[in-house]
């Protein structure tokens, strides 16, 4: 990672109506990183990149992308920003070969370079047997594989990706991870969004987490986890809806205590020590431990731990 | 400033319009099949029955009306594809390109008029030969006076579009729009007919109608021995040209402040 910033977010705030989308964003994404927007659907992650892309407008604030202004360079903007959307941008009439061609030109390829690195493009994304199919032919995974082509074509300085996995299998996960870090590999600045926390951590070397529009937490990964307290977290499944207030006192003598949708989780040092404490305490009181577990805290706890809501479940 | 990677954008978008008229063989069809119906029997019989009731060649008039209208439905139609592309998506997809959003704009009006006018060519063709008025001068003059026209046309649509940015009342004021200009017009009655009925804002309206102009004008080229015309020919293109270039400064302005702003959602 580079001290030149990539881009600058100033007091970024995006309205739709009544609705802030966004309020006052501030960030810096630096040059060669791969940075991680996290957040459920909804928390103001497409609309932050759309913006940085130069599709919206910020209602105030701006951003700068290699020090040119979104509001007022916005072509300066455009000439070295790529963007593969969450939902692939194609009418269903539509071949994936004849529009990545288009798209090749567009970027500024000529008619032999062009029919090049489209071919070699669609071949590394095992797109070139789909090459004369109709868009609507196409599975979504397949789909998001032409979307992510666009910018791997484009070969931008920044590469914005939103939700770049969302509705692949498993397998081409794995692939599409290692093309993005080849993005970085070649310099290019790599923006993901997504509430995939696994592909967060995988791939992404500092995040962003927001939640409702607005910044909650920013870091590598491990200094996230960090601002879990104690550095564990003990999540026990129960069968009641509710907890007694008493035993909710209790347990926060041993740490920062959540309970949601039958979920109890407690944030704490040492947990394989305390473990047995808590369950004690539960059973005492007619609750009935149907799991138990001990672990370290995820991009999902953190989340938790900040937002007292859950990626997965309003992801 | 003008540069020649804006040149190359320019064709590029162009390009973007032509390639999609080669995806909708649905609605070639359906125009074409319009086309040759109006050639074929209407026109053979309304001329027959104005013929009878007034000894006037109507035939030559109307098929060059049933051009003009095609040439008018064709260039709602080829800019209206933008409307479709704001719910699919695709115009994040085109604002996202590396290319200066007046470029962009000037490019889709000017690359909707032209699937337009290379659709409806080979209905010229048709039609001059049915009228027996084929020349080359003639047609190429015509093609040039159908491109303008359908650029000022498919500005209007495109205004339109991203004024109302909604695809079902776009539909619904497309059809009053579409119905009130080409009845307050000379593409099927001339305007000295009208003129003689005696309501003076119908006459007015069909006198400052672009598809009143153009349709003249064509007339003009191809059947200078009809009567039943009012304005001089410079006059006729001269308002098609300042119908075309309002049209292209007010879609390049609107489309700009509109959407820009994500104001399109």
């Known amino acids: 990672m580079s001290g030149i910033h990539a881009v600058e977010i100033r007091s970024f705030t995006k309205k739709f109506g009544d609705f802030t989308a966004v309020d006052d964003l501030n960030l810096d994404i630096y040059e060669g990183e791969i940075f991680g927007l996290l957040g459920p659907n909804g928390s103001g992650k497409t609309t932050t990149l759309l913006t940085i892309a130069t599709i919206y407008k910020p209602t105030s604030g701006d951003i700068y992308v290699y020090g040119h202004s979104v509001t007022r360079e916005d072509y300066a903007v455009r000439k070295i920003t790529g963007i593969a959307f969450q939902d692939p941008k194609a009418l269903w009439v539509d071949k994936p070969y004849d529009l990545l061609m288009w798209h090749a030109k567009v970027v500024g390829y000529s008619g032999e370079e062009a029919r090049k690195v489209v071919r070699e493009v669609m071949e590394t994304l095992g797109l070139w047997e789909h090459r004369n199919k109709y868009f609507y032919q196409l599975s979504g995974g397949t789909r998001k594989k032409v979307e992510l082509a666009k910018v791997l074509i484009q070969k931008p300085r920044l590469a914005i990706l939103d939700e770049p996995t969302a509705q692949v299998d498993v397998l081409a996960k794995h692939a599409l991870w290692n093309i993005i870090e080849g993005l970085k590999k070649e310099g290019t600045t790599v923006i993901i969004a997504t509430n995939d926390m696994f592909e967060a951590e995988r791939v992404c070397e500092r995040i962003a987490i927001i939640y409702k529009g607005r910044l909650r937490a920013l870091g590598t990964i491990s200094e996230l986890k960090d601002m879990i307290p104690g550095g564990d977290v003990v999540e026990i499944q129960v069968n009641n809806d509710k907890l007694p207030n008493n035993i909710v006192e209790r347990l926060n003598e041993y740490g920062r205590v959540e309970f949601k949708n039958r979920v109890l989780r407690v944030y704490l040092e040492k947990g394989e020590e305390k473990v047995v404490d808590i369950v004690d305490l539960l059973k005492k009181n007619n609750i009935t431990v149907s799991r138990l577990m001990i672990k370290e805290p995820t991009l999902d706890d953190v989340f938790t731990y900040l937002t007292g809501a859950s990626l997965r479940g309003e992801g | ?265």
């Open chain 2, 1 to 265: 400033m003008f540069f020649l990677s804006d040149l190359r954008d320019l064709i590029h978008i162009i390009e973007w319009d032509l390639e999609r008229l080669k995806t909708q063989k649905v609605f070639v069809a359906m125009r074409l099949s319009w086309f040759v119906i109006q050639v074929f029997i209407f026109a053979r019989a309304i001329s027959l029955i104005v013929r009878q009731l007034t000894g006037i060649n109507y035939y030559e008039f109307y098929l060059l009306g049933v051009y003009v209208s095609i040439l008018y439905s064709t260039s709602i139609s080829r800019g209206y594809v933008i409307a479709d592309e704001f719910d699919d998506g695709i115009v994040e997809y085109h604002l996202s390109l590396p290319i200066k959003r007046n470029i962009f704009v000037l490019g889709r009006i000017l690359g909707c008029s032209l699937a337009a006018l290379l659709f409806t060519l080979p209905m010229m063709l048709i039609v001059l030969i049915a009228v027996n008025a084929l020349n080359l001068t003639g047609l190429l003059v015509s093609m040039i006076m159908a491109y303008i026209f359908s650029i000022g046309v498919v500005g209007l649509v495109i205004l339109v579009v991203v004024n109302v940015k909604s695809t079902d009342a776009t539909d619904i004021l497309f059809g009053t729009i579409d119905a009130i200009l080409v009845r307050l017009s000379s593409i099927f009655y001339p305007l000295p007919i009208i003129q003689a009925i005696g309501i003076a804002p119908y006459y007015y309206a069909a006198l400052f109608n672009p598809l009143t102009s153009i349709a003249d004008f064509i007339r003009l080229l191809f059947i200078p021995e009809f009567t039943l015309y009012t304005v001089s020919p410079y006059a006729l293109v001269l308002y098609i040209l300042g119908f075309s270039i309002g049209m292209i400064v007010l879609a390049m302005e609107h489309y700009t402040k509109k959407l820009e702003a994500g104001g399109w959602k």
